[in-house]
């Protein structure tokens, strides 16, 4: 298979940021995890890195290129599967956050960087404006807007809602054969303890046969109008 997207790396020059004059950044942030057979470890990456451009295409932000490796060691029974520590990944945030001169969002891409939380809430305290992107309550609306019919806590992993934003972005990294790996395992009571391979032989946690593009383009959509609020949020004077 091809690179799916060999340009996730923003050609912006210095002359196009002087001339942007963005009080926001943009921090993609995915892992290189598993996905199950029908989608890249790259999978939380490339769909942080589509919900930045989404909003760089809507609002005047700086994007900068994506974090590829976080904290994914749930899910290290599985082949292909590479972490860092999350006081690694909390480390190289505070670093780029500290050589910024504007607010940061970080456009976190995968759900076992808890770490980022309080990363933000420890930024902020300290007096630098930093929000974390999409929050529970964004997620809520983009998926009624896109009719995603699994609930999101049933769609935990390379499901419905991921398989369908590939679909839009990146059509070509989606192998065939992905709507015949439904699984739901909504009790995952010791994930923390056991990782994700006890209660996933494939590694999906969800209903990708129910995915489509026009779900993941409604996704990416209304998940660009709310960002709204965290721009201005961020924003000096609004």
């Known amino acids: ?60 932000v700086r994007r900068l290129p994506p974090l590829t490796i976080s904290c994914s060691h749930e899910h290290a029974a599985w082949q292909g599967t590479v972490s860092i520590s999350s006081g690694t990944l909390a480390a190289m945030v505070r670093d780029i956050a500290s050589s910024l001169h504007t607010g940061l969002v970080l456009v976190n891409g995968h759900g076992g960087n808890y770490v980022l939380g309080n990363v933000v809430q420890e930024a902020n305290a300290a007096g630098h404006r930093m929000a974390l992107f999409p929050g529970p309550l964004d997620w809520q609306a983009a998926l009624a807007a896109a009719g995603i019919v699994t609930p999101l806590d049933s769609d935990m992993h390379a499901g419905e809602i991921e398989t369908s934003i590939l679909l839009d972005s990146h059509p070509e990294a989606v192998r065939d054969g992905y709507s015949d790996t439904d699984h739901l395992a909504d009790d995952r009571r010791h994930l923390l303890t056991l990782g994700l391979s006890p209660y996933s032989d494939s590694g999906v946690v969800g209903r990708p046969s129910l995915a489509s593009a026009a779900k993941g383009r409604a996704l990416l959509t209304s998940l660009a109008a709310s960002f709204a609020d965290y721009h201005a949020v961020l924003t000096p004077g609004s």
């Open 1 to 60: 298979m091809t690179d799916p997207d060999p340009c996730l790396v923003p050609l912006d020059t210095t002359s196009d940021e002087v001339h942007r004059t963005a009080s926001v950044a943009v921090l993609p942030i995915g892992s290189f995890e598993q996905h199950g057979p029908c989608l890249p470890l790259a999978t939380d990456t490339l769909i942080a890195c589509a919900i930045a451009r989404e909003i760089a295409d809507s609002y005047p």
